[in-house]
């Protein structure tokens, strides 16, 4: 078999196909293309063996990598999401930076000044009355607003997707493709920064449970709770309505701002003083918070696709050329 390197002899003559007797010679550019096929066939030689070797470590590489962030979530999990955050709050900026994404990087400087401002009053020592029930009602503002996004996104590529507005005469299918596009970019932005303000009151909470002094590291409470005192914000209960606390079945009082951010958008499942289970049916009032709910399992989805996914995959590139493999 020819190697690349020698010179391929030309191909003999070939009918015309228009169905006469007569021939002629192929032209320079088919000799050129049936060149570059012949020379492609020899350097692929033999690469069946090489594809199985690259399956093998492609399924592999991200079985072994999603054990691993399995493992260090469940026994690091302050670590695992501080890792998660400061991936999910820097390499997309990074991308959009350098692909000079002016729109995406406008609103993500924003957004940063924003929860800087917020992240700040969480880090105060002695924490305030008022900065818990500030912070999960700031980050509830900001799931509601990404919630909306997102959805608004998903329900333009829908209309998109089945040509709604086409059936309708009301847009042209350029038009249609337009809203696509920006389907796709809103239920991104919807989900990212869903994420990342995830992850963040999610470190917060516990910043502040343990500051106020009704929370350890170690489980044991810190200080005694009195009954008409919020274990979350150490606020008094009964400055509020009745409406607005919610009394758990430990018996302990809690504002409504406070256990519903602690409880759903910071995903704690234990009360923050005995550590008994925490009831959330009571305040899941209407279906919304059953939304924010389902919409909650749906970003620890996007957090690997968006961080560790691209982790695992970039894995797998590096054993590829390590292995010679192309």
């Known amino acids: 078999m020819a190697s690349p390197q020698q010179a391929v002899p030309l191909p003999p003559a070939v009918p015309v196909g228009s169905g006469h007797d007569g021939h002629r010679q192929l032209s320079a550019d088919d000799v050129a293309r049936m060149q570059a096929e012949i020379e492609f066939q020899v350097e692929h030689a033999g ?21 691993i962030f399995f493992m ?13 955050l400061l991936g999910l709050w820097l390499v997309p900026a990074g991308m959009a930076m350098q692909a000079g994404n002016v729109r995406f990087v406008t609103i993500w400087v924003i957004y940063s000044i ?6 700040y009053q969480a880090m ?74 995830r992850d963040l009151v999610v470190l917060l909470g516990d910043r502040m449970a343990v500051n106020v002094g009704y929370h350890s590291k170690e489980g044991f409470p810190a200080k005694h709770l009195r009954s008409n005192t919020c274990a979350i914000c150490g606020d008094s209960t009964d400055l509020v309505e ?17 256990i519903r951010g602690y409880a759903i958008i910071g995903k704690k499942d234990a009360c923050p003083y005995c550590k008994e289970k925490i009831d ?8 919304w918070d059953t939304s924010i709910g389902a919409y909650l399992a749906l970003l620890d989805a996007a ?9 695992a995959f970039l894995l797998v590139h590096v054993l590829f050329q390590l292995f010679g493999l192309k």
């Open 124 to 197: 105060q020592v002695p924490v305030k009355p008022w900065t818990p029930r500030l912070v999960y009602k700031w980050f509830a503002v900001v799931y509601n607003a990404c919630h909306s996004v997102g959805m608004l996104g998903y329900a333009f590529c829908l209309l998109s997707f089945f040509h709604v507005p086409l059936i309708l005469h009301i847009s042209s299918i350029e038009d249609e493709a337009k809203l696509f596009e920006a389907g796709i970019v809103l239920a991104f932005y919807g989900l990212y920064f869903a994420v990342c303000a």
């Open 114 to 119: 924003l929860n800087a401002a917020v992240v």
């Open 47 to 67: 690469h069946e063996s090489a594809h199985q070797k690259m399956a093998l470590i492609l399924v592999g590489a991200l079985i072994a990598s999603q054990l």
């Open 280 to 287: 959330t049916s009571q305040f899941r009032t209407n279906p």
């Open 72 to 84: 260090w979530k469940r026994l690091h999990n302050r670590s695992f999401h501080a890792a998660t």
């Open 303 to 311: 957090r690997y696709l968006l961080v560790w996914n691209p982790i």
């Open 242 to 258: 009745p409406d607005k606390r919610h009394k758990q079945n430990c018996g302990h009082t809690f504002h409504e701002n406070c």
